[in-house]
């Protein structure tokens, strides 16, 4: 597991597979469950999380999975070194709403850091991938994954005077405003899910700033295709931000991702 080349690409095929049952549930009536959390669940999350989990028994045997729907129903991996990251369906608020912003996640976490991490949005048929290098294309749910169909994508550098802030379209609160406005953002977008790290990771805005809660699942993945594609992410005092927090039930704290 230490060289993480092509794994990314690995992650790609389970994710292209695990669009079909997402998408086949997307396009009927579907009813919406809560947990004990009180986040939301439908049927995809739990189909494409089983689909996810089978496939990476199969590629990577041995190795502990943190899934999203698995902890949800009390199962917590034994973690001591390299985990796996999935999130079966990353904005199920969007999902529900239908604006197609919503996404399929798996990444890896080596040394406490997300090394290789896959985001597609089935929807919007398009998919981000990073391990050493950042790629990005169109990739139809069921699809066979192919490389040759994507191209690199990087970072940019600010602007002068005009920063581009990307904000979660429901979970922007007024921390997280005054942390941007001080970091002289002229310009917001927004995005559901982790889509908002693939936003910066293809040089369309330059941070991301997020206080409201998440858990690594959420974010392993972005962060990865982040870090790939030349940017990274701290907590907003500058330092690392790492994964396999055990002790906080893998609960992340604020954090800022940035473009360059
Ligand atoms: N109170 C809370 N604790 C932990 N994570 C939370 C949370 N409220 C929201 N989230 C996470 O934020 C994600 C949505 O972020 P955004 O609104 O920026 O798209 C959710 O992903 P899921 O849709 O996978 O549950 C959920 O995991
Ligand atoms: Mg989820």
């Known amino acids: 597991m230490r060289d993480t080349d092509h794994i990314a690409r690995r992650f790609a095929a389970i994710c292209a597979r695990a669009g079909v049952p997402v998408m086949e549930v997307y396009a009927r009536p579907f009813t919406v469950g809560q947990k004990a959390d009180n986040s939301l669940v439908t049927e995809a999350d739990e189909r494409a999380e089983t689909l996810i989990l089978e496939a990476l028994a199969r590629d990577f045997p041995g190795v502990p999975v943190l899934a999203e729907e698995s902890f949800a129903a009390g199962l917590r991996p034994l973690i001591d070194g390299d985990f796996l990251l999935v999130d079966p369906v990353d904005g199920t608020k969007e999902f529900i709403s239908k604006n197609g912003e919503f996404t399929i996640n798996i990444a890896l976490v080596s040394g406490r850091r997300p090394v290789a991490g896959c985001v597609y949005a089935p929807a919007l048929e398009r998919i981000y991938l990073g391990d050493r290098e950042a790629w990005a294309g169109g990739l139809k749910p069921g ?32 921390t997280t405003r005054a942390f941007a406005e001080a970091q002289g953002v002229t310009d917001t977008v927004s ?13 369309k805005a330059d941070i991301y700033p997020r206080f409201a809660p998440t858990r690594e699942w959420d974010t392993g993945a972005g962060h990865a295709v982040l870090n790939a594609a030349g940017g990274r992410v701290t907590d907003p005092d500058g ?7 055990v002790e906080a039930d893998y609960l992340n704290g604020p954090f800022v991702a940035w473009a360059r």
Do not use: N
């Not at 192919?146 to 609160?173: F, N, Q, W, Y």
């Not at 330092?239 to 927090?245: A, E, H, P």
């Open 239 to 245: 330092r690392d931000f790492l994964y396999g927090k």
């Open 143 to 174: 699809g066979q994954f192919d490389l040759r169909a994507l191209s690199p994508i990087s970072t940019r550098s600010p602007r002068e005077g005009k920063k581009v802030a990307v904000m979660s379209r429901s979970h922007a609160d007024d």
């Open 191 to 203: 995005a559901g899910s982790s889509l908002k790290f693939c936003l910066l990771a293809e040089g």
